[in-house]
């Protein structure tokens, strides 16, 4: 018989136990997980763009309360009274597969939404689910605009380059090109400099924190052009590197998805690699088509095996 009563008192204190941690402990009231086959860094900006649509779409605005690059994003949420948290984790199962664990919390609804969750389709939960499918369905629509391909450890060509120094978020880099393109190309049209090969990006500094970047916009030329000084553009050789590679196809403004795809294949595999990606454009995206044909070459030097 006392031992029945320990039993009961054991299971007693355990549900207790579990209950307090489970409605005033435990972070979240409802987390939702599921995989896609992406790289960590591609969903990370993947949620920072779809919270923005949702704010000009829903009226629905995020704050990031803190973030971990590529593997963590808290974010505030409010839309008219009410009141959200949203947690991402995201984590890579391998350099072609992440797994994501969105967790939500309504601070004004917490312990109803802990009780009811579990064993009722309550508005919440459903609401919930549907938004969240909503990102699944919009990244995986976003995956199928490029393909990306890991070459392996290759060699970059040393190649003369004239160039300019530009900045940008890194979500605009390829804006940012644009809209400088003919500071460059023309100055090398009135010297009548001849360009004998495809453009590269060359990444002087990725701030991950800030999503900022430093880069330069290049364009080949012979080593024994004559120039004329320019407050803009200026002149050096590219040096050959040795770095991970991959083949990028699809449109340029987000070949950053490939630099999410070897970091993510680098870690698996014990590469330290530089947040300096050298990016060698093969085709013109003015002359139209296919962007699924636009080839980019990206390689990241490597710092240590």
């Known amino acids: 018989m006392k031992g029945n009563k320990k039993v009961v008192l054991f299971f007693s204190v355990l549900i207790s136990v579990f209950l307090v941690w489970y409605l005033f402990i435990k972070k979240s009231d409802y987390c939702i997980s599921f995989k896609v ?25 995020y704050h990031t309360l803190e973030k971990k690059n590529f593997s963590f994003i808290k974010q505030s949420m409010t839309k008219g009274k009410v009141k959200m948290e949203y947690t991402w984790e995201i984590n890579s199962v391998n350099d072609s597969v992440t797994t994501v664990n969105a967790c939500i919390t309504d601070s004004d609804n917490s312990i109803y939404n802990r009780l009811t969750v579990p064993f009722f389709e309550t508005d919440f939960r ?27 450890i290759k060699t970059s060509e040393e190649t003369f380059v004239a160039y300019i120094n530009l900045k940008s978020v890194l979500q605009e880099k390829a804006q940012t090109m644009i809209a400088n393109d003919a500071i460059i190309t023309g100055y090398l049209k009135q010297n009548n400099i001849k360009i004998i090969g495809k453009p590269y990006v060359e990444i002087q500094n990725w701030d ?15 080593k024994d052009t004559k ?6 553009v200026k002149f050096k050789s590219l040096k050959a590197i040795k770095g991970l590679q991959a ?35 093969l085709a013109n995206p003015f002359n139209g088509g296919d962007e699924l044909s636009w080839e980019t070459k990206i390689i990241i030097p490597i710092i240590k095996m």
């Not at 609401?127 to 699944?136: D, L, P, V």
């Not at 924190?209 to 012979?222: G, Q, V, W």
């Not at 120039?227 to 803009?232: A, K, W």
């Not at 699809?250 to 947040?275: C, E, M």
Request: net charge negative; aromatic share 14%; glycine share 6%.
């Open 227 to 232: 120039f004329i000084e320019n407050e803009f």
């Open 37 to 61: 086959k992406t790289a960590t860094g591609t969903v990370f900006q993947g949620v920072q763009e779809w919270s923005a649509l949702r704010q000009s779409t829903e009226k629905e605005e």
């Open 247 to 281: 083949t990028y196809y699809g449109n340029f403004r987000t070949s950053d998805r490939a630099w999410f795809t070897l970091l993510d294949y680098a870690q698996k595999q014990g590469i330290d690699l530089a947040h300096q990606p050298l990016e060698h454009f």
């Open 126 to 152: 459903k609401q919930q689910i549907e938004k969240i499918t909503n990102f699944r369905n919009g990244l995986n629509k976003h995956l199928e605009s490029f393909r990306i391909k890991i070459d392996g």
């Open 208 to 222: 991950l924190d800030k999503e900022m970047l430093d880069f330069n916009y290049c364009f080949p030329i012979a």
